[in-house]
T-cell receptor
């Protein structure tokens, strides 16, 4: 089935550690997105990429980094500079705006 | 004024009732309108997607768009306990998509 796969489902980070969240899609979509969702809150855009080897900062990019070396993959690294990383992280993709985005099941990141 | 406003709820209704969920927006450039359903600890799932003003129906779900009033609605008929979730509206123009904060819905058996 076509879709978006995020892994791991749950992730724990120690102080001073960088962690990487995986996002893979087989929908042949050009654009991919990372969102952060805090409890009871909406989706906030971290980074997005409209084409391979290119990406743009969203509203809350500080403390995060991304790469887009392949069309199918858009990993997100939560660096030690992100002091409050506990949240749900959602990856999405779309063929092209204004088409709707499709989401993975999310990764829950917690601090140890 | 925020670009998209959505009442966070929670909204509790008895099983079988008609549910009405709403969003207002301020940017007239928005062309496409979406509703997503999000179960706890899951990603948002696309429910409805519409472009023009008017109604779009899919089973028990009806999406309504009123561009002149900048107001969109999602109606759920014959609501079921399995409809209990958070519903997010979203709208997009050529260069961006904006999500509402979501309305938590509880269907009481």
């Amino acid at each position: 089935d076509g879709g978006i796969t995020q892994s791991p489902k749950y992730l724990f980070r120690k102080e001073g550690q960088n962690v990487t969240l995986s996002c893979e899609q087989n929908l042949n979509h050009d654009a991919m997105y990372w969102y952060r969702q805090d409890p009871g809150q909406g989706l906030r855009l971290i980074y997005y990429s409209q084409i391979v080897n290119d990406f743009q900062k969203g509203d809350i990019a500080e403390g995060y980094s991304v790469s887009r070396e392949k069309k199918e993959s858009f990993p997100l690294t939560v660096t030690s500079a992100q002091k409050n990383p506990t949240a749900f992280y959602h990856c999405a993709s779309t063929g092209r705006l204004p088409q709707p985005q499709h989401f993975g099941d999310g990764t829950r990141l917690s601090i140890l | 004024q925020k670009e998209v406003e959505q009442d966070p709820g929670p909204l509790s209704v008895p099983e079988g009732a008609i549910v009405s969920l709403n969003c207002t927006y301020s940017n007239s450039a928005f062309q496409y309108f979406m509703w997503y359903r999000q179960y706890s600890r899951k990603g948002p799932e696309l429910l409805m997607y519409t472009y023009s003003s008017g109604n779009k129906e899919d089973g028990r779900f009806t999406a309504q768009v009123d561009k002149s009033s900048k107001y969109i609605s999602l109606f759920i008929r014959d609501s079921q306990p399995s409809d209990s979730a958070t519903y997010l509206c979203a709208m997009s123009a050529d260069d961006k998509i904006i999500f509402g904060k979501g309305t938590r819905l509880h269907i009481l058996p």
